[in-house]
């Protein structure tokens, strides 16, 4: 092993030990000193929204930002999301709480600054774009990007039919979603 990738891999375990360890104080200083926390509660508002159940313990990856040093996260495989699980069954919009649920989040979550500003960004997000008016759109220009494909792939699992209605289930998750956080954040303490 490189002394440079030796040296990364000593840094990431000694910010996971500390986070691990500390409170208080000492901890919220050393995710301020270590972790892009405004770019890690844009990915949380993001995998909350969508529903992104498996995107907490693992289908991320987290990166070292050269200009800040700090940590960033960046999520990858979503394809158990917007309401269906990774084997393409629906699995209702309720399924992820706000709050997530992994350590990080949880130690990141602990302080009040942190919750006050996660709620402004979900807000925002409920605001736009994270509606069927801004989102359909979108949904019905990839829909409609890949129909033809999907048509003529005869090794897919579900039927064409299937696909077909999947604009409106993603809508209806996108409906049903906005109703589940507004509700959660109505309850939840800062």
Same mark, same amino acid.
């Given at each position: 092993?490189?002394?440079?990738?030796?040296?990364?891999?000593?840094? &990431? $375990?000694? *910010?996971?030990?500390?986070?691990?360890?500390?409170?208080?104080?000492? &901890?919220?200083?050393?995710?301020?000193?270590?972790?892009?926390?405004?770019?890690? &509660?844009?990915?949380? @508002?993001?995998?909350?929204?969508?529903?992104?159940?498996?995107?907490?313990?693992?289908?991320? @990856?987290?990166?070292?930002?050269?200009?800040?040093?700090? %940590?960033?996260?960046?999520?990858?495989? %979503?394809? $158990?999301?917007?309401?269906? !699980?990774?084997? $393409?069954?629906?699995?209702?919009?309720?399924?992820?709480?706000?709050?997530? %649920? !992994?350590?990080?989040?949880?130690?990141?979550?602990? *302080?009040?600054?942190?919750?006050?500003?996660?709620?402004?960004?979900?807000?925002?997000?409920?605001?736009?774009?994270?509606?069927?008016?801004?989102?359909?759109?979108?949904?019905?220009?990839?829909?409609?990007?890949?129909?033809? @494909?999907?048509?003529?792939?005869?090794?897919?699992?579900?039927?064409?039919?299937?696909?077909?209605?999947?604009?409106?289930?993603?809508?209806?998750?996108?409906?049903?979603?906005?109703?589940?956080?507004?509700?959660?954040? @109505?309850?939840?303490?800062?």
């Amino acid at each position: 092993m490189d002394s440079g990738r030796g040296y990364i891999e000593k840094r &990431l $375990g000694r *910010f996971v030990g500390r986070i691990n360890r500390l409170k208080g104080n000492m &901890l919220r200083q050393c995710l301020i000193r270590n972790l892009d926390i405004r770019q890690y &509660l844009h990915w949380l @508002a993001g995998a909350v929204l969508t529903g992104n159940y498996d995107g907490f313990d693992q289908n991320y @990856a987290l990166y070292e930002h050269p200009p800040t040093g700090r %940590y960033r996260i960046i999520p990858w495989d %979503y394809e $158990g999301t917007w309401g269906r !699980n990774c084997y $393409g069954r629906p699995c209702g919009s309720d399924l992820v709480p706000i709050q997530g %649920y !992994n350590k990080l989040t949880e130690k990141v979550l602990a *302080f009040s600054s942190c919750r006050q500003a996660y709620r402004k960004i979900l807000v925002k997000l409920l605001r736009k774009p994270f509606t069927v008016e801004d989102l359909g759109p979108v949904i019905d220009r990839m829909h409609n990007h890949i129909a033809a @494909a999907i048509y003529h792939d005869r090794t897919r699992k579900h039927d064409y039919r299937t696909f077909m209605r999947e604009k409106e289930f993603i809508r209806q998750y996108i409906h049903e979603r906005r109703q589940v956080v507004k509700r959660e954040l @109505a309850g939840w303490k800062d």
